[in-house]
């Protein structure tokens, strides 16, 4: 193996609210909207793999897993297990290294909400251009990122919050250079509980027209008093309005405003994520973090933060 490596930390995105704002160039699609960067996220580990792969190496793996031997292709594991995320293969194929072996570690529930296939191709991003010394900047990779998760239809708009940290507001849809973002100050300590995923592709590629015009609604209220408790009340608007909140998560955010905290839906998925210690107030067994301050970055190997 080369000895070429870069390693890159991607904080998870919870989406509180937001408007689907599609465009033939993923460039300039995207979403407005808001949410929360989480101190658990995703590392991502990437290495300038052998141009000609060993034969024999690929038992057991089906599939897009499955790699053509001898075609300076590499692998990606994802939490040790080979698979496959379309959207960092098209980072790593815009980067022209589609010869990595890139390795990506999450502790978050993939398709729960957390944005862990936008951190993916962000962090390969990151990780790519340093490892291959490709010399682009960060607007340049946070855009291919972005370009690549719009383009596979899994996400609008957790790469560019991501890339920047803390509270994101994405005030216009699109890459760096193309979108605008502003953010609300401050550092919470945040619990979150999931209960299963939401396909991220099903919401985004039916009728979003309803859905969008309660994410304007939620918007305008946040940008009108930029503070964390007005998020979390414009999020559970927007769940209701948009008519995307499901049962047991119905359940959770009525349970955690009883005990006298703030709570709301993360989207895409059946998942709950309330400020401070809300959800253990309610009596529920959550996984806990903080608000990220930093965003995306290269780590030093074995320190993610």
């Keep these: 193996m080369s000895s070429q490596r870069a390693t890159a930390f ?33 590392t991502v580990r990437v290495s300038a793999g052998d141009a000609e792969r060993a034969t024999g190496d690929a038992e057991g793996v089906t599939g897009d897993a499955e790699r053509a031997t001898g075609d300076g292709e590499g692998d990606t ?6 698979g496959s995320i379309g959207a960092v293969d098209d980072v790593l194929a815009e980067l022209d290294a589609t010869a990595a ?10 398709g729960a909400g957390f944005g862990v296939s936008g951190a993916a191709a962000l962090g390969t991003a990151l990780a790519a251009n340093d490892a291959f010394d490709r010399g682009r900047s960060e607007n340049d990779l946070v855009g291919i990122a972005h370009a690549a998760e719009v383009g596979r239809g899994t996400g609008l708009g957790d790469v560019v ?3 920047r940290g803390g509270v994101p507001i994405r005030l216009e849809p699109g890459a760096p250079g193309v979108g605008e973002l502003d953010g609300i100050p401050g550092t919470a300590r945040v ?11 099903t919401v985004l590629g039916g009728d979003t027209a309803a859905l969008s015009a309660a994410g304007e609604d939620a918007l305008d209220r946040l940008r009108a008093n930029p503070r964390l408790q007005t998020l979390t009340d414009a999020a559970r608007g927007f769940a209701r309005d948009a008519d995307l909140l499901v049962p047991e998560v119905a ?17 895409l998925g059946r998942t709950v994520f309330a400020l401070g210690t809300g959800l253990s107030d309610a009596g529920y067994d959550p996984e806990g973090c903080r608000i990220d301050a930093a965003g995306a970055r290269l780590v030093d190997e074995g320190d993610r933060r």
């Design 161 to 163: 919050a991501q890339a």
């Design 251 to 267: 359940e959770a955010i009525a349970a955690v405003e009883s005990a006298g905290g703030e709570a709301a839906m993360a989207m």
């Design 101 to 110: 072996d890139v390795a990506v570690e999450t502790d978050l529930p993939i």
């Design 191 to 201: 619990e979150y509980v999931t209960f299963g995923e939401l396909s991220t592709e």
């Design 10 to 42: 991607v904080p998870g995105h919870v989406t509180a609210f937001f408007s689907a704002h599609p465009a033939d160039d993923p460039a300039v699609a995207g979403s407005r909207g808001a949410g929360v960067t989480l101190t658990d996220g995703v």
């Design 77 to 82: 594991t994802i939490d040790g297990e080979f």
